[in-house]
């Protein structure tokens, strides 16, 4: 039966590898505090949560906000990993609604490429000249993982540096709000991905290097997850899957050179993917479940309730990161993660030596020139007066806070030369004239 057969066990014990120890026999030296479902009936009313995205938060306002006051036993990091195509987005819905958590999607290029308007960049790919400057995304990356020049390199390593900010964001939301959050992958994780796709040979060795440099330079900043839930299911299901849903929703992974090679797909999610959960175990509670049927949420539900979640030995590393011990340990970290500029202005790094990553000149200018141009790029989200923003003079102030939160990279906007003025004129016309491709200009 598929409730049997997924029942889960709680990778433990680093030093043997093989070792599984199910839910039930969790640290039992002191008394357990649980995380709670619905069901249960025993979930705690939370406080109003801190508007961090209209006030942000600093030393002052922690002066007179405290941050545990809002924090309940499901205030946790609950991410949950595995190979695709067995229900994980699923699962992790019915998991955030049961244990009323926020429940944030896995990051992927489509949220990269379609700005904060719904403008989409890949719709512009026909205006580059340069190929490595065109779209690449996980649809492309299924029909041909070593395509544009680089192109799986550069979208892994965006990939990494976009999950790292919107795990930034969680961590804000959890410390201001004190709502759990329920999400898909985490920064934590990201390297096992570049990891495989560099054995099979579709990314540079400079480029591992230089991701891997700034991997061990900014994750010790991000707090390790509560909880890892890892559904799993034999390499030849997985693939059977994809083929399945190839004939009806995702045809662009039919007969892939990616999802078809059993030998990337062992080595990702039968190799490394353990690997990287026996050392995650270390400061994580992992529940690990044979999800081949499909298995049974309120089976993991039950497990989770098991757990002990907060009371460990000062010594102990499990939930290391969590125990922070005063208020203002709290609050110290409250501030890093909702003033998350400071963490990501590492990767304005001073590195060169990734060929694949970095673009060249000429490459440079038509992006910014391009991507710039896009309804909605051009100033910071809620100041776009051509898209129906209130002239900034009537929108200043907590609103410009709030537009910087939905940014999702940087631009250089340069004065505009002759060109770019008509071109805006024209496009400005074009929209009142009711051309809904105005924008493509």
Known sequence: MAALASRGRLLANMN???????AAVVNNKVPAKNINSK??????????????KKWGFNYYYSLIDGTTKRFTDNTKMIVV????????????????????????PGFSMEDYYINSYGYDLRELDYKFHHTRNISYDEKKFSQDPTGQDGGLDRMLYISFVQRYEDYIKNLAHLFNTGEGIVTERS??????????????????????AHYHKMRSMTITELM???????LDAPIDMVQSNIRARSATTHPWEKNSPVWENSDYMQHLYGDLMKQYLTAASEHSMVLSYDWSEGGDPEVV??????????????????????????????ASKRNIYTERNDLMKAFLDPFYTADKLILSSDEGVEYDHIVRRMPGNEYTHGFNTILGDPEPFFNFGNKLREGIFKNRYFLDNPTLDDDQEHEDR????????GDKDWWKT
């Open 301 to 330: 539900v039950e497990d989770i309730e098991g757990l002990n979640m907060d009371f460990h030995d000062k010594y102990d590393k499990q939930q290391k990161d969590w125990r922070l011990l005063t208020e203002d340990g709290f």
């Open 81 to 104: 990993e595995g190979p695709p195509a067995i229900g994980k987005t699923e699962f992790a819905k019915s998991l955030a609604e049961e244990l009323d958590c926020k429940f944030v």
């Open 16 to 22: 043997n590898t093989s070792k599984l120890l199910t």
């Open 39 to 52: 069901t249960s009936g025993m979930i705690e009313p939370r406080l109003k949560p801190w508007d961090y």
């Open 187 to 208: 920064p934590h994780s990201d390297f096992i991905y570049y990891d495989a796709a560099y054995r099979q040979g579709w990314v540079d060795k400079t480029s591992r």
């Open 224 to 230: 390790r997850p509560n909880l890892i839930i890892h």
């Open 426 to 433: 024209v496009r400005a016309n074009r929209k009142a004239l």
